[in-house]
């Protein structure tokens, strides 16, 4: 998520040499022409809904970007569920809950905190 998206690699190299130029540091880019031909697995492979197929960009050019960041991370209700899903004999999964705790495949768990 810490990617900056671009059209092409021309604008990608543009923003490098102005990075350099003024010395403002370094950023990662998402080149969206690399992305072309990217498989994105059919939804109904899966036993909850994705994330990615979640979100609605405005334009479809940016499907790729965010199935990048997103992948096949799986939305669930409740913690409970999210671990019986993330933990399954048959695959695991990277599975986020509607407040916010994440599992990851490699088994690690994050949430927590205060409401804001």
Do not use: W
Not at 6 to 22: H, P, Y
Not at 26 to 51: N, Y
């Amino acid at each position: 998520l810490n990617h900056i998206v671009v059209e092409n690699t021309a604008t990608a190299q543009a923003c490098c040499d102005l990075l350099r130029k003024t010395n403002a540091g370094v950023a990662t880019f998402l080149i969206l022409e690399k992305q072309k031909g990217l498989k994105i697995p059919d939804a109904a492979s899966f036993p909850k809904p994705r994330l990615f197929d979640l979100v609605t960009p405005t334009d479809e050019m940016y499907l790729p970007a965010f199935y990048f960041a997103l992948r096949d991370t799986l939305v669930a209700e409740t913690l409970d569920e999210a671990s019986k899903v993330a933990y399954s004999k048959e695959r695991r999964f990277r599975v986020v809950t509607l407040e916010g705790a994440l599992i990851d495949t490699s088994g690690t768990m994050s949430g927590g905190g205060n409401k804001v």
